[in-house]
């Protein structure tokens, strides 16, 4: 890894040792409970005693701040609401992605129920059947990440140079984590990502190992100033007021109702179900992701999208817990 990114991750690490060290007694990944939903920090008194300071533009549009984590499994598990949450309330919401820092090092928790890389694999593989999204978790056995750190300053570089293309950065980063096995801390696996989202990877390169750092600590600063605790946490917010938070995994139905509370007026979108379209917007899904964006069950998804692949019409990549399916170029 570069040098210069190795200083400043260092002086990260010491600043999220600095404040919260003293009073966290657990790597954060030992609170990730998929009864709860959530990938969760223990609170400190100083996030109790904090405000947040800061400012959103004047628009209709009701702001979300979306705190994550590229290995956060409770966030994999909400994408398919998520996906579809912005093909129905799109124009009424503008969601703003902040990385949380999930695992900064090993080395600064390393005691209770996960105390090392091999133990998050049993808990990935615990999770996957519940949110019926496919993980495999042998990355933490076969080559385990130090940190999430990396992923989430990658992150930071895609989003300076186009958010929408960051969107589709991070996916490829969890696609790869969870279902690839590969260590996305990784210069090769970072570029790769950067590359295939269709990023200037030159200019990502260059971002990633400056800019990219300072403002992924802003992320952590304001994080912690909302008193963020855990992943997923979306933060409701309209005209610099924070409104509502839903904080972990939640059915569709949270999504819409948070938005209807705060603006009764919004209108839901109406959009194809048909699976080219679905497939001409996100071009790989779960079947989950199928199914909660077709409003049929899995089972029926299942057996639908397994019919689309004998036709040629989609390629099955299968998992260790699950399927992606992914549109084939040559499909009409």
């Given at each position: 890894?570069d ?7 260092s ?19 030992l ?187 802003k ?62 917007v ?22 639908f ?16 817990n ?11």
């Open positions: 890894m040098t210069a990114l190795m200083t400043v991750l002086i990260l690490l010491n600043f999220f040792n600095a404040n919260h060290l003293n009073t966290m007694n657990n790597n954060p990944l609170n990730c409970d998929y009864e709860k939903g959530v990938c969760e920090i223990l609170k400190t008194p100083a996030d109790e005693s904090s405000s947040a300071e800061f400012t959103t533009a004047k628009t209709d549009k009701i702001k979300i701040i979306y705190y994550t984590d590229p290995i956060c499994s409770s966030c994999w598990g909400i994408e398919a609401q998520l996906r579809k949450f912005k093909l129905e309330y799109g124009d009424a919401v503008e969601i703003d992605y902040r990385m949380g820092g999930l695992l900064p090092s090993w080395d600064i928790y390393n005691s209770g129920g996960i105390s090392k890389p091999s133990d998050v694999a049993g808990h990935w593989e615990e999770v996957s059947p519940h949110y019926k999204m496919p993980i495999d978790g042998g990355v933490w056995i076969e080559d385990p990440l130090n940190s999430s750190y990396p992923p989430s300053i990658a992150f930071k570089a895609a989003q300076m140079q186009d958010e929408k293309k960051a969107i589709v950065f991070l996916r490829i980063l969890r696609e790869m984590v969870f279902l690839d096995k590969l260590n996305i801390t990784k210069d090769e696996h970072l570029e790769k990502a950067a590359a295939l989202a269709k990023l200037d990877v030159a200019q990502w390169k260059d971002d990633y190992e400056s800019k990219a750092q300072i403002e992924f600590k992320d952590l600063d304001l994080g912690k100033q909302l008193g963020v605790r855990g992943f997923p946490t979306l933060i409701f917010v309209k005209d610099d007021e924070m409104l509502d938070v839903l904080y972990g995994f939640k059915p569709y139905e949270e999504f819409e109702k948070r938005v209807k509370k705060i603006n009764p007026q919004a209108k839901k979108k109406e959009y194809s179900a048909d699976w080219q379209n679905l497939f001409a996100y071009p790989t899904l779960t079947t989950q992701e199928f199914a909660v964006l077709s409003n049929i069950s899995f089972e029926k998804s299942q057996e999208l397994l019919n689309l692949s004998a036709e040629n019409k989609l390629k099955h990549k299968k998992i260790k699950g399927d992606l399916w992914i549109l084939n170029s040559n499909s009409n």
